[in-house]
């Protein structure tokens, strides 16, 4: 199986702080095609998409290799590293911050070390969950082909992703090819457009509760009338 659940990192429990979430991270060696869903694109070929800023120190926006970094490799030879420019953080920090929450976040992970972290944030730019490279299975030897050392990285989370932060100690940690998916407060997509049971059940019983009450406030009117 090529994706490899990892599981939840955190319990999600009632009554829980807004500081507690169930995350789940998954991995696909060498896939530098980003995922086909409904999502927001960060590329670092084009501007940034409305709301979103990059802020940092010890990074730049690159293409090819260097002592800086090198491109995300797609396969276990260089010519099939990523042509397009990608982020790396050669010794310091680099924040993704939009205005809007998501539910999950991928990003194509290139070169994985040891002394790579990747941060999720809240709506106040606070950290809520950190995935290191170790996380994911095999990583954190910094191989610049390896399949597992280069790979698409999926998390999801229970609380809302605003942001995200890249940190790397020493050259580098490479990344290229966000998608924020999941976006709160837009309706959900279900395949084929038709609710699950569970859903109709829940609809039903909210419309016969409102129709209750509009006959209920009805024949207090009439009493009154009368």
């Not at 090529?2 to 955190?10: E, S």
């Not at 490799?73 to 042509?83: F, L, N």
Request: glycine fraction near 14%; hydrophobic fraction near 45%; charged fraction near 15%.
């Amino acid at each position: 199986m090529r994706g490899l659940l990892l599981g939840a990192m955190i319990a999600s429990m009632a009554g829980a702080s807004a500081a507690d979430a169930a995350v789940t991270v998954s991995a696909i060696p060498y896939d530098l095609t980003p995922p086909s869903e409904i999502g927001v694109l960060i590329d670092f070929d084009h501007a940034l998409p409305n709301g979103f800023a990059l802020t940092g120190e010890g990074y730049l926006i690159q293409a090819g290799d260097n002592s800086l970094g090198a491109a995300p490799a797609g396969g276990p030879t260089d010519a099939t590293d990523d042509q397009s420019a990608y982020l790396s953080i050669y010794g310091g920090w680099a924040r993704l911050m939009g205005g809007a929450g998501f539910h999950s976040v991928s990003f194509f992970w290139g070169s994985m070390d040891n002394y790579n972290a990747f941060d999720l944030l809240d709506a106040e730019g606070d950290v809520f969950q950190t995935i290191l490279s170790a996380d994911i299975p095999a990583g954190g030897d910094g191989d610049q082909l390896g399949a597992w050392t280069n790979q698409r990285v999926t998390i999801a989370s229970t609380n809302a992703i605003y942001g995200v932060q890249l940190r790397s100690t020493a050259p580098a940690f490479e990344a290229d090819d966000f998608v924020f998916s999941g976006r709160i407060g837009q309706s959900e997509i279900h395949i084929g457009g038709v609710p699950e049971p569970a859903s109709w059940v829940m609809m039903l019983t909210g419309f016969g509760a409102v129709g209750g009450a509009i006959r209920s406030q009805r024949r207090k009117l009439a009493f009154a009338a009368d």
